[in-house]
């Protein structure tokens, strides 16, 4: 069975997870919503 107090000693978060997050806030990204407004744009015109 699994000491789950003794796994999360050892557990050691990703160093790159901070770096990620940087790039995805440095990049302009389209969401859902972005995209349904363009699409409804389109159809419009």
Partial sequence: ?????????????????????DAVYQEDLFDVTDLLKQVMSQQTN
Avoid: A, C, R, T
Avoid at 8 to 16: H, Q
């Fill in 1 to 21: 069975m699994l000491d789950f107090d003794e796994e999360l000693k050892k557990f050691k978060p990703s160093l790159d997870v901070e770096d990620i997050e």
